[in-house]
């Protein structure tokens, strides 16, 4: 059955001995627990001092580029980041697709370099405001994830993860209401019905992400189908990231 994640993306923040501190911080109050995956996503700065000194608390790449080297001055490669032993990564975050420009085509291409090098995928998806006022949320999502994550086969799927983090609450404060939560993650858990069938449906983690805090993670987490959480803001405060865990 699939496993309670609670995920921190620490985006451009900390140096290296803050990040270094903030990942103590948090292992000494966290303890493992076999029903949790706990992960957070440094700068790619830090990634391996913080493998290096890596307790039960998972690290992940916030990005990489597909190719295995070559010509992409500023990059870093699928390749590099197995090398040093990263096994999580961040695919199709908003802030990548709208500040990079990264396509429904290019992330399917992140996917299927991640997948190679045996990188477990947590792929975010999720609809700007725009498409939440006008359009229809449900298709915009169900649509991200046919075009660059449902082409993987059954086995290859089961690795991953999936994040719905709607736009317009990504580091707004604004927050999806209950009903609309539940309702994305029950039409996302369906689409991996109709598409892998309800057991493999079942083992895959679908977490919620957009100004999550202590404050609302209770209400948050006890949504149909909602996983886990997805955290940016809040992960960067060792006190928020912990009282989140006692929020499942
Ligand atoms: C995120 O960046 O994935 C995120 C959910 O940010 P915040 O929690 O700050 O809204």
Known sequence: MRKKVLAGNWKMNLNSK????LYADISAALSS??????IVFPPFLHLKELIDSRGFIEIGAQNFHPE????????VSVSQIKDIGIQYALIGHSERRTLFKESNSFLKQKVDAAIQHQIRVVFCCGE?????????????VTNQLK???FHLNSEQLKTCMIAYEPIWAIGTGKV???????????AI?????????????????ILYGGSCKPSNAKAVFSCENVD????????????SFVELSECF
């Not at 858990?189 to 983690?205: C, V």
């Open 18 to 21: 803050q990040s270094l501190a």
């Open 68 to 75: 295995l080297n070559g010509a992409f001055t500023g990059e």
């Open 128 to 140: 700007p405001l725009e498409v939440r006022e006008n359009q229809d949320p449900v298709m915009y």
């Open 189 to 205: 858990r369906n689409e991996l019905k109709s598409k892998y069938g309800q057991q493999i449906a079942n083992e895959i983690s």
């Open 228 to 239: 886990g959480g997805l955290i940016g803001g809040a992960s960067l405060e060792p006190t």
């Open 33 to 38: 627990n076999k029903e949790f995956d706990f």
């Open 147 to 149: 075009e660059s994550l």
């Open 176 to 186: 999806a209401t209950e009903e609309q939560i539940s309702q994305m993650h029950t």
